[in-house]
């Protein structure tokens, strides 16, 4: 009779568990503070308050995307940031592009494309980045970029955004080239990319905050140490948080706000939505 009570128990409590991963924790959005212990950063960019958010994968406006659209806007950003995966896997593109037009702030909506992304063939993908049935043109809101750059005026100066293509043949070298550029003017660089992977193979010169996402934080928690020894993303040494090389090189990666369509959920990694500020450096790293 133990034995029966103990097995109806863990069912019981194995059900809790699988309702709780699935029903409450990806829909329980986490805003995030980072704040980063730079003086470069904070002399180039003073006062600045970015808004990251990455892997969504949208498939149909609903009630979570109501929600991460609110809190965005509660938030009133100067600059929104994204790190690809807008788009949930194979599904129609219409819903994310909607999610995407109603993004709005200061010093613009920026962004770069994830894999999930670029599996839209045809004029539907290219709906991302251009107007449609004007594929001459590009959006004005938000910017796509895809091995470019864009600088946007500040306060007197400027910020300058390099948006990489993670996967495409040729991105190192052309990040390598943006860096020897930048670091010959003493220009910190804001750079996105949907993997992190580059951040490591092509160390950048001088400052710069490198902001990425993929991973989802995993979706389920588990200690880094364990996650470099599963070959679950590119880069499994940076799942998620706050990275410094020492060198005045940043690197946040965004535990992002969806799920893959093949696993739907989450536990110990709730969606987040960053919000990253800069300050002065006490010797310490960001946080």
């Not at 503070?33 to 609903?62: C, E, F, N, Y």
């Not at 070298?173 to 220009?187: H, T, Y």
Request: overall charge neutral; charged content about 15%; proline content about 6%.
């Amino acid at each position: 009779m133990k034995i029966k009570r103990w097995v109806f128990l863990l069912v019981a409590a194995l059900m809790a568990l699988v309702g709780y991963a699935l029903l409450v924790e990806p829909n329980r959005l986490v805003v995030r503070r980072v704040v980063i212990k730079d003086s470069v950063l904070v002399q180039a960019w003073p006062g600045l308050a970015i808004v990251h958010l990455s892997d969504t994968h949208i498939r149909q406006m609903g009630a979570k995307e109501g929600m991460l659209l609110a809190a965005i806007n509660d938030l009133n950003p100067e600059l929104i940031v994204m790190s690809g995966d807008f788009n949930q896997w194979q599904a129609d593109p219409g819903p994310v592009q909607q999610f995407l037009a109603q993004l709005s702030a200061p010093l613009g909506v920026f962004g770069v494309l994830g894999d999930a992304d670029q599996v839209v063939n045809g004029p539907k993908g290219c709906a991302f980045c251009h107007p449609v049935g004007r594929y001459h043109e590009r959006l004005a809101r938000p910017v796509i970029l895809r091995n470019e750059v864009r600088s946007i005026a500040y306060r007197g100066g400027t910020i300058t955004i390099a948006g990489v293509e993670w996967a495409e043949e040729g991105s190192g070298e052309w990040l390598r080239q943006l860096s020897a550029s930048s670091g010959r003017s003493q220009e910190p660089l804001l750079v996105l990319s949907h993997s992190s992977q580059l951040w490591t193979d092509t160390p950048l010169a001088g400052h710069s905050l490198w902001l990425s996402g993929d991973t989802h934080g995993g979706q389920v928690w588990m200690p880094d140490w364990l996650w470099k020894m599963v070959p679950y993303k590119p880069d499994p040494r940076h799942m998620g948080g706050v990275y410094d090389n020492g060198q005045g090189g940043w690197l946040i990666v965004n535990r992002g706000i969806g799920t893959t369509a093949r696993f739907p959920f989450r536990f110990g990694v709730p969606p987040e939505l960053l919000v990253i500020t800069f300050a002065e450096s006490d010797g310490g790293m960001g946080r």
